[in-house]
């Protein structure tokens, strides 16, 4: 059974910093892996997406992800962080054979402090 | 114009009520879900529909019951609400082929009394 691991379920940074949020994940096939942004109170909106192709993604505000097979994993990542990037980062995985159904990991919470 | 949309937005209720919460898409997507999200953000998936049709159906509680009008509208009833249903519950689309992004709502807060 394919499974989601987010390593980190809090991670404070200061304003500038890099950060980078670990997720990991477990599937005898092959997936599709997205990277979630929840803002406090709101729902989740996509922040990037690895379908194929190379495995260094870009999305929006300045994250970036980098799929690795044979560590199955899927990290984020960003250079300089602002405070308006605290929210909750969730790591998914959707199975290439199942169109609908889409493993969520539990969650890293991000607070950048200034 | 809002994408998915989720009404109401907060939902206090008193333990043994039934009650619905209502989601709409304007996307033309094929697929809708339910999620519930606990208090520790933990976001799990209980329904998927496709055009209509039940495609997942997690281990939810039968007092938990999607219901599928038309392509673009899932709606979640549940009856004798108990106190664990209090959750945030997030109502999501998605195409059925190409990005395979999901589109969430703003959810609905769900506090029973």
């Known amino acids: 059974a394919q499974s989601v691991t987010q390593l980190d379920s809090q991670v404070p940074v200061f304003e500038e910093a890099p950060v980078e949020l670990r997720c990991n994940y477990s599937?005898?096939?092959?997936?599709?892996l997205f990277w979630y942004v929840q803002y406090p109170n709101q729902g989740l909106q996509l922040l990037l997406k690895?379908?194929?192709?190379?495995?260094l993604v870009k999305g929006i505000n300045g994250f970036e992800a980098e799929f690795n097979k044979s560590q199955t994993s899927f990290h984020l990542r960003k250079p300089s962080v602002h405070i308006s990037d605290t929210a909750e980062y969730f790591c998914?995985?959707?199975?290439?054979?199942?169109?609908?159904?889409?493993?969520f990991g539990p969650g890293t919470s991000l607070s950048v402090i200034p | 114009d809002t994408a998915v949309s989720q009404t109401p937005k907060y939902l206090v209720t008193q333990m043994g009520n039934d009650k619905s919460i209502k989601c709409e898409q304007n996307?033309?997507?094929?697929?809708m879900y339910w999620y519930k999200q606990d208090s520790k953000k933990f976001l799990k998936i209980m329904f998927s529909?496709?055009?209509?049709?039940?495609?997942i159906n997690e281990t939810v509680p039968n007092r938990f019951s999607p219901k599928s009008p038309d392509k673009a509208h899932l709606n979640l009833h549940i009856n004798s609400l108990e106190l664990g249903d209090s959750a945030v519950y997030f109502c999501?689309?998605?195409?059925?082929?190409?990005?395979?992004?999901?589109?969430f709502g703003p959810g609905t807060r769900l506090t029973v009394l």
């Open positions: 999501a689309s998605s195409p059925l082929r190409g990005s395979y992004e999901q589109f």
């Open positions: 599937s005898s096939v092959s997936v599709y």
């Open positions: 690895y379908l194929s192709g190379s495995t």
């Open positions: 998914a995985v959707r199975l290439e054979t199942s169109y609908d159904k889409v493993i």
């Open positions: 996307l033309g997507h094929d697929t």
């Open positions: 529909y496709n055009n209509k049709e039940l495609i």
